[in-house]
Nanobody
């Protein structure tokens, strides 16, 4: 059974840091792409970053580039999202998601494809991140 479990969310002051974890089971990370998404109240789910651990390819959307870093530990089957310089507008529920890496068509761009939440099969339950001003 495929399962994703996020942890590490919480309350932090603006400028602070948090590290989110996404523990995967039921599949090998190197065969999948993992994406991080967030959803704030009243807003659409937003794609933040993605990683393909086999190749090491990562991508970040502009709003988090330079502040968030994604990494993977294949031995632990866990992906991390290190979030620094947090802002109140980062407040949201954060989700990790997984999809087979071979799903992406060759004609598509890595970033455009994997930041689209519709392309993912499996989702975690989410973890709340609240940044106070």
């Amino acid at each position: 059974e495929v399962q994703l479990v996020e942890s590490g969310g919480g309350l932090v002051q603006a400028g602070g840091s948090l590290r989110l974890s996404c523990a995967a089971s039921g599949f090998a990370l190197e065969d999948y792409v993992i994406g991080w998404f967030r959803q704030a109240p009243g807003k659409e789910r937003e794609g933040l970053s993605c990683i393909q651990s086999r190749s090491g390819s990562t991508y970040y959307t502009d709003s988090v580039k330079g502040r968030f870093t994604m990494s993977s530990d294949n031995a632990k089957n866990t992906v991390y999202l290190q979030m620094n310089s947090l802002k109140p507008e980062d407040t949201a529920i954060y989700y990790c998601a997984a999809a087979p890496r071979r799903r992406r068509p060759l004609y598509s761009s890595f970033s455009t494809w994997w930041l689209n939440n519709l392309h993912y099969d499996y989702w975690g339950q989410g973890t709340q991140v609240t940044v106070s001003s």
